[in-house]
């Protein structure tokens, strides 16, 4: 079965819970219809389900996926749907990617699921040169614009280098796809069943500290939230926070610990990382002044690197303080040492401090 798998089972079961469940502010999905609370892979599954009910040309392949998986996202989808549509892949990551890439070309849904981002690499090939180009090398002649890769990503609390790891940058660099990671329930069961949906290949992040960790009401019925749209989820006056995925409930602590010194801070959740809403961050920047970035992945040339240049060349004039960005550190991801490593909620409480008083 592979030690890769082995590992994962263990680290599935039972997640460290050692940050605060984090809640969307708003939905951009109707209300209408049933609500449930539930955990961030519950809503996973829930999109999954969807996805192939709602069109009979959607599959869904992976390692380990027709019993469910590590996480248990793709429970139960295997004997709804059967195994011609849900169905286990051998043990390999340019293998998966490179059949979803055949499947979509053929007009199909191709989800696929790589089991960690950590293992995502020998897919690169497959999505940089083959995916991202499909469409463009043929004139729109044809395209695998129906491909989804789903991974979940970032710390986990135990997982050490090859289960921690937050590549989302490397793919930020690439025309020709979108990349997407939700921060609640809520968020990743509407954006998932966009990304599906949406006429060009998606890599899809999902958080894995919060499948189980982050729980909230999710609307039973089929939705989608738009792509490429940032969102407030917190109004503020003295600086914009800028993050994304399971960052983005470090950064509300952050948040809630400055306004008790009487600073007032704006939270934008990016969600879409490519193409990113320059405009909701820029007009944000203009009002504060100030702006904090802040991801897992190490700071040297991680998208928060993208995101300040981009503040500089179009808010130049508006800013009072250099950007700050607070992000992991530029060595490989720890085990016992993690807590050094992680962007912290104290570690952005500072920088907000020394930004604002800049």
């Given at each position: 079965?592979?030690?890769?798998?082995?590992?994962?089972?263990?680290?599935?079961?039972?997640?460290?819970?050692?940050?605060?469940?984090?809640?969307?502010?708003?939905?951009?999905?109707?209300?209408?219809?049933?609500?449930?609370?539930?955990?961030?892979?519950?809503?996973?599954?829930?999109?999954?389900?969807?996805?192939?009910?709602?069109?009979?040309?959607?599959?869904?392949?992976?390692?380990?996926v027709s019993f469910g998986g590590v996480?248990?996202?793709?429970?139960?989808?295997?004997?709804?749907?059967?195994?011609?549509?849900?169905?286990?892949?051998?043990?390999?990551?340019?293998?998966?990617?490179?059949?979803?890439?055949?499947?979509?070309?053929?007009?199909?849904?191709?989800?696929?699921?790589?089991?960690?981002?950590?293992?995502?690499?020998p897919a690169f090939d497959q999505i940089?040169?083959?995916?991202?180009?499909?469409?463009?090398?043929?004139?729109?002649?044809?395209?695998?614009?129906?491909?989804?890769?789903?991974?979940?990503?970032?710390?986990?609390?135990?997982?050490?280098?090859?289960?921690?790891?937050?590549?989302?940058?490397?793919?930020?660099?690439?025309?020709?796809?979108?990349?997407?990671?939700?921060?609640?329930?809520?968020?990743?069961?509407?954006?998932?069943?966009?990304?599906?949906?949406?006429?060009?290949?998606?890599?899809?992040?999902?958080?894995?500290?919060?499948?189980?960790?982050?729980?909230?009401?999710?609307?039973?019925?089929?939705?989608?939230?738009?792509?490429?749209?940032?969102?407030?989820?917190?109004q503020g006056s003295d600086i914009t926070?800028?993050?994304?995925?399971?960052?983005?409930?470090?950064?509300?602590?952050?948040?809630?610990?400055?306004?008790?010194?009487?600073?007032?801070?704006?939270?934008?959740?990016?969600?879409?990382?490519?193409?990113?809403?320059?405009?909701?961050?820029?007009?944000?920047?203009?009002?504060?002044?100030?702006?904090?970035?802040?991801?897992?992945?190490?700071?040297?040339?991680?998208?928060?690197?993208?995101?300040?240049?981009?503040?500089?060349?179009?808010?130049?004039?508006?800013?009072?303080?250099?950007?700050?960005?607070?992000?992991?550190?530029?060595?490989?991801?720890?085990?016992?040492?993690?807590?050094?490593?992680?962007?912290?909620?104290?570690?952005?409480?500072?920088?907000?401090?020394?930004?604002?008083?800049?």
């Amino acid at each position: 079965m592979g030690l890769r798998n082995i590992i994962g089972r263990r680290l599935g079961l039972g997640l460290v819970r050692r940050r605060k469940p984090f809640s969307t502010a708003t939905c951009d999905g109707d209300g209408n219809g049933n609500a449930k609370s539930i955990n961030l892979y519950s809503a996973i599954n829930q999109a999954l389900h969807i996805a192939l009910e709602t069109d009979n040309r959607a599959f869904v392949f992976g390692e380990d996926v027709s019993f469910g998986g590590v996480f248990r996202c793709t429970t139960g989808l295997a004997d709804r749907f059967g195994k011609a549509r849900v169905f286990n892949t051998p043990l390999c990551e340019q293998g998966i990617v490179g059949f979803g890439i055949g499947l979509a070309a053929m007009g199909n849904r191709a989800i696929a699921e790589i089991q960690f981002a950590d293992y995502i690499y020998p897919a690169f090939d497959q999505i940089v040169n083959e995916a991202a180009k499909f469409r463009y090398r043929s004139g729109n002649q044809f395209n695998c614009g129906g491909l989804t890769i789903r991974a979940p990503y970032g710390a986990v609390g135990h997982g050490g280098h090859y289960h921690s790891q937050s590549p989302e940058a490397f793919f930020c660099h690439v025309p020709g796809i979108k990349v997407v990671i939700p921060r609640s329930p809520r968020q990743a069961k509407g954006l998932l069943l966009s990304c599906i949906r949406d006429p060009n290949p998606v890599v899809f992040f999902e958080p894995k500290w919060l499948y189980r960790l982050a729980v909230e009401e999710v609307p039973e019925h089929d939705y989608m939230l738009p792509l490429s749209e940032a969102e407030v989820i917190r109004q503020g006056s003295d600086i914009t926070l800028v993050g994304w995925g399971a960052q983005l409930s470090v950064m509300e602590q952050a948040c809630n610990e400055a306004e008790k010194d009487g600073i007032s801070c704006e939270l934008i959740d990016l969600k879409t990382l490519l193409p990113w809403d320059k405009e909701t961050v820029e007009a944000s920047v203009r009002k504060t002044g100030r702006v904090l970035i802040s991801h897992e992945a190490p700071v040297t040339g991680g998208f928060g690197a993208e995101i300040s240049a981009s503040i500089v060349e179009r808010c130049f004039l508006r800013l009072e303080a250099p950007v700050a960005r607070v992000c992991g550190l530029d060595t490989p991801f720890p085990l016992v040492f993690e807590p050094f490593y992680m962007p912290t909620k104290n570690k952005i409480l500072d920088a907000i401090k020394a930004t604002v008083n800049y």
